[in-house]
């Protein structure tokens, strides 16, 4: 059974950029089936969907955090990458890495990572 | 892109059934059939309970099942058991590359 696991800091000044890998064991980032996606969920509060990559390169974003957001994918390391910059407080959340299924037709979070909490602070 | 309406809380007792509702609209849960249902136990990461409105992965009770009509989706839990207590949020691809989740409902097992 694939397993996700986020890491990087957790604790990030305002104006800065969150960066976070997603390690992927028992599974290949280079399935043709998935994309690599990040979710967040603010305190207290639901998720939200940020975005997901292909393996091969290509990225897609929610529109109300595009400008903010990039993702990429390293095949060589078997694991995903998400950068969010000019953080502010708003940006103080957990932040899980899932996978995404598509390849058979269907749509949907099949694996989730434990989640990495990280504060937005002076 | 807004997130899909749902129930802040739903509640039940052991044994009862209790149906959480998912509104949607003519760009999302109308338009395609890939709903999908998660479970997040207190402390936990989600976890995939319901996918293509109706599925269940393996190892997910059949007290868990899922239905749509129009742009509403719904998850009906059967048997209610305090072990169901926690948080439910449903999800759907809304077209585009663009994924979307309901706000949440916290289930509470009387």
Request: aromatic content about 12%.
């Amino acid at each position: 059974q694939v397993q996700l696991r986020e890491s990087g800091p957790g604790l990030v000044k305002p104006s800065q950029t969150l960066s976070l890998t997603c390690t992927i064991s028992n599974g290949s980032i280079s399935s043709g089936d998935y994309f690599w996606s990040w979710v967040r969920q603010h305190p207290g509060k639901g998720l939200e969907w940020i975005g997901y990559v292909y393996y091969t390169g290509p990225s897609y974003y929610n529109p109300s955090l595009k400008s903010q957001v990039s993702m990429s994918v390293d095949r060589s390391q078997n694991h995903f990458s998400l950068r969010l910059s000019s953080v502010t407080a708003a940006d103080t959340a957990v932040y899980y890495c899932a996978r995404y299924e598509w390849g058979s037709g269907d749509y949907y979070f099949d694996s989730w990572g434990q989640g990495t909490l990280v504060t937005v602070s002076s | 892109q807004s997130a899909l309406t749902q129930p802040p809380s739903a509640s039940g007792s052991p044994g009862q059934s209790v149906t959480i509702s998912c509104t949607g609209t003519s760009s999302d849960v109308d338009v395609y059939n890939f709903i999908s249902w998660y479970q997040q136990l207190p402390g936990k990461a989600p976890k995939l309970l319901i996918y293509d409105v109706t599925k269940r992965p393996s190892g997910v009770p059949d007290r868990f099942s899922g239905s749509k009509s129009g742009n509403a989706a719904s998850l009906t839990v059967s048997r209610l058991q305090a072990e169901d207590e926690g948080d439910y949020y449903c999800g759907s691809y809304a077209g585009s590359n663009n994924v979307i989740f309901g706000g949440g409902t916290k289930l509470t097992v009387l």
